[in-house]
């Protein structure tokens, strides 16, 4: 009984190890991909665009100062606005208050990701929910001005130790045990 519990622990360690790498490639492919934004022109360009999330997109449309609001977690200030082209399909998140200089900007450059991929987003979804009375849907889209393609050695040295965590698992929890069962067997005969 305590080899099938121990070889159940080893299963799991590799699978959340797993989980690690698997998290980390997308956020590598992105930092690495093209710095060139894809323009999204219409609410009907960001559904074509949602099968190859997340993405550096240019969405033009004007902000609608009268759904933003400033959320703060863990200590950082953010500002989450709709654009008034998009309603509830498109949500944007900016490190910056927003202000009447904003009434001229009508480009937003950032990651373009699904809402469910938002930091925050319950805490973000509901608070529009009460103070705007708007329900921003589960297949609605999240930007990130801040968000732009740009490696970090983090990122690249988070997934380097958890590939070289993987093999070194692998090697002593399935290859290791099996080389010296073999050799012991060996010795005997």
């Not at 093999?167 to 099996?178: D, K, M, P, R, T």
């Given at each position: 009984m305590a080899r099938i519990g121990l070889f159940i622990l080893k299963l799991f360690l590799m699978l959340v190890v797993t989980m690690m790498i698997r998290f980390q490639i997308p956020e590598l492919r992105y930092d690495f991909g093209t710095k060139t934004p894809v323009e999204i022109a219409s609410p009907n360009d960001l559904a074509a665009a949602g099968?190859?999330?997340?993405?550096?997109?240019?969405?033009?449309?004007?902000?609608d100062f009268d759904r933003a609001a400033v959320c703060a977690?863990?200590?950082?200030?953010?500002?989450?606005f709709l654009l008034?082209?998009?309603?509830t399909t498109l949500m944007v998140r900016t490190p910056e208050q927003i202000s009447d200089a904003w009434r001229d900007i009508d480009t937003h450059v950032g990651r373009l990701r699904p809402i469910t991929r938002m930091?925050?987003?319950?805490?973000?979804?509901?608070?529009?929910?009460?103070?705007?009375?708007?329900?921003?849907?589960?297949e609605a889209f999240f930007l990130a001005r801040d968000d732009v393609p740009k490696p970090s050695g983090w990122s690249i040295g988070a997934t380097v130790f958890a590939s070289t965590l993987w093999?070194?698992?692998?090697?002593?929890?399935?290859?290791?045990?099996?080389l010296r069962q073999h050799s012991t067997i060996s010795n005997v005969t």
């Open positions: 099968s190859s999330l997340p993405m550096l997109v240019s969405v033009r449309g004007a902000v977690s863990h200590g950082v200030l953010f500002t989450y008034t082209d998009y309603g930091p925050f987003r319950r805490t973000v979804r509901a608070g529009f929910e009460q103070n705007f009375g708007v329900a921003i849907p589960e093999c070194v698992l692998a090697y002593f929890f399935f290859v290791h045990g099996g």
